[in-house]
């Protein structure tokens, strides 16, 4: 399976749009690219997934490029509570899927 | 549809101990995972059940662990003779097999300290 590289932390401010980015250099053709978020204490929770170019839903954004070879997770205006850890993934999206996580981006939203 | 439940969400014990650990999927997930977390880190993969089959088993996974799935319900993951180092979050995933795009969904997961 791909390894995924993303920064450890990041900082922002309420109401700020967040970018976090994660590279994927290995990525094979039927990999997808799924994020998810954890706070402490809790189990991870999908956010959101995709194949190529851009996929939006209520939560988040995910902007992926032509080469498929990293990928940009977006959060727009975010909030106290958007302080967790986030994680990206990649892997077939159909089947049997053990996933394999690094040790994510550690986000901390500040009023 | 309550989601993954796990139980009991903490247990503590003594060094040598055994304990239990339960996991509830979702209804009619038929695939279910258990994964180990250590503190900073991501959760790393134990092993994989399809059913009641236990299809795959990370070297993680030492001879004192043992997962079962009898009715491929419920999951039951025992650490016999528990050590320091098993301290961890010990989490719980489902998905169903078939859907276009198969999410893994987690339960708040069972946090195990080893005095």
């Known amino acids: 399976l791909a390894k995924t590289t993303q920064p450890i932390s990041m900082d922002s401010y309420e109401g700020q749009e967040v970018n976090i980015t994660c590279s994927h250099n290995n990525i094979a053709t039927n990999d997808y690219i799924t994020w998810y978020q954890q706070f402490p204490s809790q189990g991870p929770r999908f956010i959101i997934q995709g194949y190529k170019t851009k996929v939006t839903n209520e939560v988040a954004s995910l902007f992926i490029p032509a080469d498929r070879k990293s990928s940009t997770l977006s959060l727009p205006r975010v909030s106290l509570s958007d302080t967790a850890v986030y994680y990206c993934l990649v892997g077939p999206a159909e089947g049997y899927n053990k996933l394999i996580f690094g040790a994510g981006t550690r986000l901390a939203v500040h009023p | 549809d309550t989601g993954v439940s796990q139980d009991p969400r903490h247990k503590i014990t003594k060094r040598g101990q055994n304990v239990t650990f339960r996991c509830d999927p979702i209804?009619?997930?038929?695939?279910l995972y258990w994964y180990r977390q250590t503190l900073g880190q991501g959760p790393e993969f134990l092993t994989y059940?399809?059913?009641?089959?236990?299809?795959?088993k990370s070297r993680l996974l030492s001879d004192r662990f043992s997962a079962e799935r009898p009715k491929g319900s419920f999951s039951t993951l025992e650490i016999q003779r528990t050590e320091q180092g098993d301290s961890a979050m010990y989490l719980c995933?489902?998905?169903?097999?078939?859907?276009?795009?198969?999410?893994?969904?987690f339960g708040p997961g069972t946090r195990l300290l080893v005095l």
């Open positions: 209804s009619e997930h038929n695939r």
């Open positions: 059940f399809q059913n009641e089959a236990q299809l795959e």
């Open positions: 995933a489902s998905s169903r097999l078939g859907d276009a795009q198969e999410t893994q969904y």
